[in-house]
């Protein structure tokens, strides 16, 4: 039917997908309606199938264009990694929509990457498929010198036999800092903000949020669920039987609260400084350079 109604057949492929599920939920007041006129019902299936990210069609009367979704985030110990982990996904919205990239990759490559990544220790041990060229369609004067860094094809050795050679198997921290002819996500991101009038304050505190990125990717900090393990591993109660005892769970919640309020430092987690701004106050030496510069 939607290839009847001239629908693309990708998109109408990933359509009808959404329907080989029942809707989760259903609300009384919304069974009866008028389906050229409202789209609850889609939206119902819509936005209760979905993995990381999902499409998101225009809403009905209203100038709202087509939409992608971002949902790859699961909540951290604490609101430092949480605005670190926003602030990087928006910034990222805008690098692609700037630089106008291309991050397309066969939906079959994404399950299997969902797969890889539920493996132990797949931040640091496993490779997932990425797009090498990351150009996309783009014109010369859009990205500057950004564009002449991603045209390259140079990653060869790292794809499958037999695969395409737009697609490559990358390390969690070749995608987010770059390795070679590949520039990285964080890298990108940098390159955008350069371009920015980026007051320092605020610039400070994106680099605080970036580098925890950067350090988790590349194995210098650890993950919420390394460390969970690690906390687990290493308690005094713990037999290497698998069996997670009550006054284990006890400490695990404790030193998770604790790390939450600030009262316990977790620099393996962290990193040594997870101040969100610089310091209100001004050193005495600038601020006398700013009352002369005035």
Request: glycine share 6%; proline share 5%.
């Amino acid at each position: 039917k939607l290839r009847e109604g001239d629908i693309d057949h990708l998109l109408a492929q990933h359509i009808a997908h959404l329907f080989i599920r029942d809707s989760v939920s259903l609300f009384s007041e919304k069974v009866h309606q008028n389906d050229k006129e409202d789209t609850d019902h889609f939206e119902n299936i819509q936005s209760t199938n979905w993995q990381t990210m999902r499409f998101k069609p225009p809403p009905p009367n209203s100038s709202i264009g087509w939409r992608v979704e971002f949902r790859p985030c699961e909540a951290q110990l604490t609101d430092f990694e949480n605005a670190a982990i926003v602030c990087f996904v928006v910034l990222l919205t805008r690098v692609i929509l700037s630089y106008q990239l291309d991050f397309l990759i066969p939906i079959s490559k994404v399950d299997e990457n969902m797969q890889t990544s539920q493996k132990r220790g797949a931040v640091l041990s496993e490779k997932f498929w990425f797009k090498k060229n990351i150009n996309g369609q783009r014109s010369s004067s859009n990205s500057g010198q950004q564009s002449s860094g991603l045209n390259n094809h140079d990653n060869k050795s790292q794809s499958e036999p037999g695969e395409e050679e737009e697609y490559a198997l990358m390390t969690i921290d070749q995608i987010i800092n770059g390795k070679g002819c590949f520039p990285g996500l964080v890298p990108l991101i940098n390159s955008y903000l350069g371009s920015m009038d980026v007051d320092a304050d605020t610039h400070c505190t994106i680099q605080q949020y970036l580098k925890l990125i950067q350090k988790r990717a590349s194995g210098e900090l650890l993950t919420t669920a390394s460390w969970i393990r690690k906390e687990i591993t290493e308690h005094p109660e713990y037999k290497q039987d698998s069996v997670v005892s009550e006054g284990i769970c006890y400490d695990l919640l404790k030193n998770a609260r604790d790390i939450q309020d600030g009262i316990r430092p977790c620099p393996e987690l962290l990193g040594n400084n997870i101040n969100s701004k610089t310091t209100d106050n001004i050193p005495p030496a600038i601020e006398k350079h700013l009352t002369k510069c005035e």
